[in-house]
């Protein structure tokens, strides 16, 4: 009887364990730990610790010449492609621009589902750089997705149907998702963007299997000076409230986003979270000048269970600059001083890298990772920057390095463990800091108190030459420990992609030019490149089946940088996104996209009624963070051979009455009167007819 009992028994647990196995997505706790040592990628950066390192190495240098196409899958978007695809049980699951879900059998690429959460195209207008998603979380069989729209949606794993939805944000505001969720605990997490249009930062939790809301926690005070209710209220009225004096904050909710990076401890159990930027940047409008207002631009660590605080370290206080806290955190076990340390590290927009102790958030140290001029340092006592005086810009303009889109922005880095070295993405972009002293705040616009205009390009050939010269792109092999560079990559250009490491000696890293490279992982040397047709931005991974290795990437340039420089980067059309996977041995190959070319207009006739300066100004107040400086934009619609413009009826229809809306272009009618869209309009054309009269210029030669 009790040898009956026992077989019952035994053959319920198999049953349950095949169960278990075969159920798709089926992530818990135990299983992402492990992901660290194995072939499968579970989060987005790998495992907990978001190091972007795989621990594969059946491709390295002494086979990376034979890595070729396994295969590939072609989107129907054609703007920034920021995924990183996550592998869970032979299925390969990735997001693209506007928020939309994909799942393919990761060994063939036969697409299983898609979940397409029908974002309205007028929503693309609050995203301050680009309609993108950098990827989906998994847990216990179902797929987490941030949309654009604010929504937190939760997919079967298996089928892509919808399981639950949570309005995350006021959709009366304009709050955008682009970030991945993490899961911990049974809990979904999530921040959003939009600090530049003005809104209140914060972070929720939900139950992953019924999406209630289990806390919240609001990275700046209310504005009304009342209690929340969150999580936050405690850290607020003893450390946050007192850091914020009066200033267009109470207005605009003074910005914070959570819009990016995650990282978790399970022995710790603390959560850190990377803020963002304030609303307005200008810290002078923002809160009179006054006070370090916490907690923009910091690393906040935070119990995943109730959101309690635990402690916080800001990179920039007052910040004035967009210097966001909001990049890639990774953690690591190093030895420092021949101690065992374990750090959380960072290298966030303001140039500094920083090494710090996760358990209590003690600085341990920080170095420039590239030239800065906003600062000489960071005092070791304090954990405070050393500011350059000029660098707050009020009574003058100052040029600066970095600018806001950072020395390093959203591209994650990555961690080897082998080497001791982390590889960011780097950035060299200098920008005009001035206070916009006749600015306004604008609700739902952009309202950062920064005089945009002098930022439009020098009209001389040899100053724009100059100029776009000081701005490139590196890949930086980083030695934590030291806090000293190993080896640079130069690039071309400056909007470069995000970054994977292997135990193969390999460090993986695509570029805006439209290539997919491997370098030595000790010494920078490129060992293999494929040109994948359109622009690289979003990181790798790497994933293990049956044996082989495969490498993936997301392919299709855009995001903030392609946007707002578009002079200091490639021309070429929007081409539709891709999901490109190799392995050595791969023979697929992709075929080339189809490009038109879009007819050139004819100006001769075409004129104008308006005010070409004042339209040049409200250009630049409005327009160029879409359209580019100068209405250099090539990659969003070039304004300068766009039929739009050869009728004033057309260019009103467009940015008026809102003609477009419904692919991205949102009416100006709260902003701009028809007059005012008449005078853009008339300063257009007269770069439109310079653009004409100009000589081509050839692009830079792609590196290697």
Not at 571 to 584: A, C, E, I, Q, Y
Request: proline share 6%; net charge neutral.
């Amino acid at each position: 009887m009790k040898l009956i009992r026992w077989g019952v028994a035994l053959a319920l647990a198999l049953s349950m364990a095949a169960c278990q196995k075969s159920s798709p997505g089926n992530v818990d706790a135990k299983r992402l730990e492990a992901a660290a040592t194995n072939g499968e990628w579970l989060s987005y950066g790998k495992d907990y610790n978001e190091q972007r390192f795989s621990p594969l190495d059946k491709v390295n240098a002494s086979n990376i010449k034979d890595l070729g196409l396994a295969w590939y899958a072609e989107f129907d978007t054609d703007r920034g492609q920021e995924a990183t695809p996550l592998m869970v049980d032979g299925v390969l699951y990735t997001t693209t621009a506007w928020s939309k879900v994909f799942a393919f059998d990761a060994k063939t690429g036969k697409q299983l589902w898609k979940y397409d959460p029908g974002v309205q195209g007028a929503k693309g207008f609050d995203a301050c750089c680009d309609v993108v998603n950098r990827g989906v979380a998994i847990w216990k069989g179902k797929v987490f997705v941030g949309t654009l729209d604010g929504r937190l949606v939760a997919l079967d794993a298996k089928t892509g149907t919808v399981a639950w939805t949570q309005q995350t944000t006021d959709n009366s505001k304009p709050y955008t998702i682009t970030g991945a969720p993490r899961v911990v605990k049974d809990k979904v997490l999530i921040g959003n963007g939009g600090a530049e249009y003005g809104v209140r930062g914060y972070i929720s939790a939900y139950d992953t299997a019924t999406g209630k809301l289990i806390w919240r926690f609001y990275t700046t005070p209310n504005p009304t000076g009342a209690a929340d209710g969150a999580a936050s209220d405690k850290v607020m009225a003893e450390k946050g409230n007192a850091t914020w004096s009066d200033g267009e904050w109470k207005q605009t909710g003074g910005g914070g986003t959570a819009w990016d990076s995650m990282a978790y401890d399970p022995q710790l159990d603390i959560m850190y979270f990377g803020i963002g930027n304030g609303t307005p940047w200008n810290h002078m409008k923002r809160s009179g000048g006054k006070g370090d207002n916490l907690f923009l631009s910091s690393i906040l660590a935070l119990k995943p269970d109730t959101g309690e605080y635990v402690w916080h370290y800001q990179t920039t206080p007052g910040e004035s600059w967009d210097y966001t806290a909001t990049q890639h955190i990774m953690l690591a076990d190093l030895n420092i001083g021949g101690q065992p340390r374990k750090v959380l590290m960072q290298a966030p927009k303001n140039g500094f890298f920083y090494v710090i102790d996760r358990a209590t958030g003690q600085l341990i140290s920080a170095k420039p990772y590239t030239n800065i001029t906003w600062a000489t340092g960071v005092d070791q006592k304090t954990g405070r920057p050393i500011e350059n005086p000029a660098a707050r810009y009020q009574t003058s303009m100052v040029m600066q390095v970095p600018g806001p889109l950072g020395a390093h922005n959203w591209q994650p880095m990555a961690f080897n463990p082998k080497t001791g070295l982390v590889y960011i993405p780097l950035n060299v972009t200098p920008f005009a800091y001035a206070d916009d002293k006749g600015g306004t705040y604008k609700a739902g616009a952009w309202n950062v108190g920064v005089d945009f205009v002098i930022n439009s390009l020098p009209t001389d050939a040899a100053q724009l030459t100059a100029l776009t010269s000081l701005i490139k792109g590196q890949l930086l092999a980083w030695d934590p420990v030291n806090q000293k560079a190993v080896w640079t990559v130069n690039h071309p250009y400056f909007w470069n992609a995000g970054v994977l490491a292997t135990a193969g000696g390999l460090v993986f890293q695509g570029a805006a030019e439209g290539q997919f490279s491997a370098y030595d992982a000790a010494n920078g040397k490129a060992l293999w490149t494929y040109k994948t047709g359109n622009g690289v931005i979003a990181a790798p991974m790497s994933y293990e089946l049956d044996g082989e290795q495969y490498v993936a990437v997301m392919v299709g340039v855009g995001g903030g940088g392609q946007i707002s420089a578009p002079a200091s980067m490639p021309t070429r059309p929007r081409l539709p996104g891709r999901l490109m996977v190799f392995k050595v041995g791969g023979k697929a190959t992709a075929p080339d996209f189809q490009t038109t070319t879009q007819p050139a207009i004819d100006l001769t006739s075409v004129t104008s009624t308006g005010d070409v300066q004042h339209g040049f100004e409200l250009f630049h107040k409005n327009c160029q963070v879409c359209h580019g400086p100068n209405a250099s934009g090539a990659w969003l619609p070039d304004l300068k051979k766009s039929p739009m413009v050869m009728t004033a009826d057309n260019w009103k229809g467009v940015v008026i009455d809102g003609a477009s809306a419904s692919r991205g272009m949102a009416s100006f009618a709260r902003f701009l009167s028809p007059k005012d869209a008449e005078d853009i309009r008339a300063y257009v054309l007269t770069e439109a007819r310079k653009a004409a009269a100009a000589p081509a210029v050839a692009a830079p030669t792609p590196a290697g």
